[in-house]
């Protein structure tokens, strides 16, 4: 369980002596009453082992806010019968516990509310014995916002850090924040704990802990109003395990939140689909990303038929199954290729068959003009896409976010250079089942290092659709449109069409049946959509050396008979590149495009 390795983690450092620890978490709360369970589980830990400890002596547990200033918790018991629900499990030894720390109110006037005052008297604390090891433990709230420009508080936690008397006492202060924010001065003395967010077995534990439920392995008929009311707490274990991933990368605080929601929407029930909308609102808030809406079915996009099985396939690892089997999640696939040929539609596809949601992430938010604002941003954005996990990430044009990687030292201080190594390093080593879709048209901007494999599982080459592909794509967007397919010469368009992107054709009948509706205000025909292709000038016409640049970068490797540095996510680009007529090659390090021969041009002669 997550939360126990965060206890463990903090039991640890004060076992070690460590003096100054820094807890980040934004779930006050329960981060509180984690910290009150570690301190406890190791001070009885230490009471039973024979060792001769009271804990009600050796140990004194204090906490401080600005409001009530500094508590001192004495050790209470409890009675297990009256308050059973209060019983715990001491996170060392594992044995039931009905210990709590029990807080006085404090005075109106209390001068600990004075930070500094707090910590004079927190050094000071007299001990009544010499020989007896004792342990002091405070823990501070909110020290972000009263640490900052105040160097005599920053210096009065150094003091109290570097004092080493008297030997038999051992001081420990626990900031907890909701912001990592810690001066030059005391960050060689502190150690950080990245209080992680609880995992599937705590928000089962928790939920448990909340709510009364059954998990049944078949769904009850529902016949009465006593049958449905029973049925409102059963759950298959399909079900609570989409329950529970509708609550991962959420605090505490939030998973409890959401579960009244969705009891006062649902009939007291946790209904996966409401709680995950809930979830993907609340994370989305002041966020880099943004949720795309994902309507387009895999038929809706042309061509591609390599790169569509790649994706079916894919699908099937997301099963339970798979995991069980020991199958990785994915972790994506680059799109390199012309403007125009379907990547970013495709992404939203992908997002429709898995039944994921489609986060867009665009990088070049992430960069600010603060001093390390951009490392913590990126640090935060990518944290947001573990907590939506699992999900697509599309990152569309990833070149351009990312261009600039050689350049960064002298340009802004190294800034880039760090962005972009934390966002590689993430997309090496996550676990989260986020699925990345980025997109590139210019490869020679990408940086090395983010083409090699372990970062996406496969790189696709989109090419120009063939004819065949051009006729699918003609009638994708006429019937898009309302118009019967079959009505039109499609096979005729297509061939009218060479070197015609699916945008492109796209914007052909966009014109067509504009043209149509201006001249006549009748039904379009094909005389519409021939003058639209007419008068459209294809990309390839205008950029044509740098698409032959990049035909050429994708190369052809005869043994595999793919693609050299990329797949071609269509089996017609494919087997059009083997062609030795139009096989894209280097020779002595130059890159070179052989150009297709023309059949008409064969055929003359």
């Known amino acids: 369980m997550q939360t126990k390795k965060n206890c463990l983690r903090l039991i640890n450092l004060i076992r070690s ?10 779930d006050e709360a329960n981060t509180i009453e984690s910290i009150r369970q570690s301190i406890l589980s190791w001070t009885l830990k230490l009471a039973g082992s024979g060792k001769k400890i009271d804990p009600d002596k050796n140990l004194k547990y204090s906490e401080w806010s600005i409001i009530k200033g500094m508590q001192t918790g004495s050790i209470q018991q409890f009675d297990e019968k009256l308050f059973p629900q209060n019983v715990w499990k001491n996170l060392l030894t594992n044995e039931e516990v009905n210990r709590v720390f029990q807080f006085k109110d404090g005075s109106e006037n209390d001068p600990t509310t004075d930070i500094l005052t707090a910590l004079s008297r927190f050094e000071n604390e007299k001990v009544p014995d010499k ?5 002091h433990v405070l823990v501070v709230k909110d020290m972000h916002n009263i640490i900052r420009n105040n160097p005599m508080l920053v210096r009065k936690i150094r003091e109290i850090v570097l004092n080493s008397e008297p030997k038999n006492v051992y001081r420990h202060i626990i900031i907890l924040g909701a912001i990592k924010e810690i001066p030059v001065d005391l960050s060689n003395h502190a150690d950080i704990i990245e209080w992680k967010l609880p995992d599937a077995e705590d928000i089962e ?14 769904k009850r008929d529902v016949k009465t109003d006593e049958d449905k009311k029973k049925a409102n707490v059963e759950y298959t274990p399909q079900e609570f395990k989409e329950v529970i991933n509708s609550f991962m990368g959420l605090p505490y605080c ?25 979830k993907t609102e609340h994370i989305m808030e002041n966020s880099s990303l943004e949720l795309v809406n994902t309507d387009v079915d895999m038929k809706n996009v042309g061509g591609m038929e390599t790169f569509k099985k790649f994706i079916n396939d894919r699908n099937l690892a997301f099963s339970k199954d798979a995991e069980d089997y020991g199958v990785e999640s994915p972790k994506g696939v680059m799109l390199v290729g012309i403007q125009g040929c379907g990547k970013t539609l495709m992404s939203r596809a992908i997002s429709s068959l898995w039944g994921l949601p489609l986060v867009k992430f665009d990088v070049a938010k992430v960069f600010s003009k603060t001093i390390g604002s951009s490392e913590e941003n990126i640090r935060n954005t990518l944290s947001t896409i573990e907590a939506l996990a699992p999900c697509v990430v599309q990152i569309d044009e990833i070149e351009k976010a990312l261009s600039g990687v050689g350049s960064s030292n002298m340009s802004d201080g190294g800034t880039t250079s760090r962005v972009v190594g934390t966002l590689l390093s993430w997309m090496q080593d996550k676990t989260a089942p986020a699925f990345i879709i980025a997109t590139a048209n210019d490869v020679s901007q990408l940086p090395p290092e983010l083409l090699r494999k372990g970062r996406f599982d496969e790189i696709f080459f989109c090419a120009l659709p063939s004819e065949k592909e051009r006729e699918d794509i003609f009638k994708i967007h006429l019937e898009k449109r309302g118009y019967k397919g079959s009505s039109f010469a499609l096979s005729k368009f297509a061939k009218e069409t060479p070197n015609f992107s699916g945008a492109e054709i796209e914007q052909v009948i966009k014109s067509a049946v504009l043209g149509s509706y201006i001249s ?9 959509v021939y003058e639209a292709i007419e008068t459209t000038v294809p990309l390839y016409d205008t950029c044509k050396q740098d698409i032959d640049w990049l035909l050429a970068w994708v190369g052809w490797d005869e043994k595999r008979k793919e693609g050299l540095r990329a797949r071609f996510a269509s089996p017609a680009s494919k087997d059009n590149h083997a062609d030795p007529n139009s096989i894209a090659h280097t020779e002595n390090g130059k890159k070179v495009v052989m150009k297709m021969k023309s059949k008409k041009t064969d055929d003359k002669k």
């Open 131 to 135: 020989k007896e090891e004792y342990t």
């Open 254 to 278: 939030r998973i409890e939140e959401h579960c009244c929601q969705s009891y006062v929407e649902h009939g007291r029930r946790l209904d996966s689909k409401f709680l995950s909308k809930l």
């Open 17 to 26: 002596k460590t003096k100054l620890i820094y807890i980040a978490n934004n």
């Open 205 to 218: 534990n928790y939920l448990r802990g909340l709510a009364s439920f059954t998990i049944v392995e078949k």
């Open 520 to 528: 006549t205000q009748k039904k379009l025909e094909n005389e519409h």
